[in-house]
């Protein structure tokens, strides 16, 4: 698969060099100087943005507000020179996916990329739907239904939701769940897994996931 992926980057010859690095994966790159030729872009909808905080105009984070506004399932990687666990947490809290922080290496943010498209978009052979108690799940559209009406989740709430529903029964723990959903190398407390599962409980009351204290979660059948 084809993926394209949108750049944000005012620094000219940083966008130029990991626009090249990322052309060369064979992926469709499309890159922005600035946060309001992104802006009138998000309706396009790529697979995957790459956002600097710090651009002249509107800044990254209202840029990724309006991404996820328009499609929350969209996933987000943040990169940034400036206070690296400040904006870690903003953020996740506003939705982005990963975060990278200036300076780093053209081809962090190549396998970075590369593991995120991967976990978002590839799926289980010939399987495009699922069914969870009220649930409808399209796997290829990554929404979840009740009764013909959308449920709007963030990508991190429905990657949870969807791994959980792959593996019904199965007990993982946090950090199991944390590598499966944020990657090796996510850096904070496991405590955002506790925060996500409260956050889907509130959104699709019927998912019977069981808390197995000390320990993690596991989601039962519906």
């Known amino acids: 698969m084809t993926y394209s992926i949108y750049l944000v980057e005012d620094e000219q010859e940083l966008n130029a060099i990991l626009t090249t690095y990322l052309q060369k994966e064979g992926w469709e790159i499309k890159s922005f100087h600035n946060g309001g030729a992104a802006l009138e ?8 943005w790459v956002l600097d905080i710090m651009l002249p105009d ?10 996820k506004e328009d499609s929350s399932s969209i996933p987000v990687i943040f990169i940034s020179a400036r206070d690296a666990n400040l ?15 200036k300076p ?16 978002t978009y590839q799926l289980p052979a010939k399987q495009e739907k699922m069914k969870y ?27 949870l939701f969807s791994f959980l ?15 499966k959903i944020w990657g090796d190398d996510y850096f904070g407390s496991d405590r955002v897994v506790d925060d996500l599962l409260r956050r ?22 519906g």
């Open 58 to 67: 509107v800044n990254g984070y209202e840029l990724l507000k309006a991404i």
């Open 200 to 221: 889907m409980r509130k959104k699709l009351p019927a998912l019977r996931i069981e808390t197995l204290y000390g320990f993690g979660y596991r989601l039962i059948e």
């Open 165 to 179: 529903l792959f593996n019904v029964g199965q007990a993982f723990s946090r950090e199991q769940i944390l590598q």
């Open 41 to 48: 872009a998000i309706p396009e909808r790529p697979n995957l």
């Open 104 to 119: 780093f290496l053209p081809k962090e943010l190549v396998l970075r990329s590369k593991k995120l498209l991967q976990r």
């Open 87 to 101: 904006d870690r947490i903003i953020g996740l809290e506003l939705g982005s996916d990963d975060y990278i922080a």
């Open 133 to 159: 108690g009220p649930y409808e799940v399209d796997l290829l559209k990554r929404n979840v239904r009740e009764m013909n009406s959308e449920i709007i989740l963030t990508s991190k709430e429905y990657e």
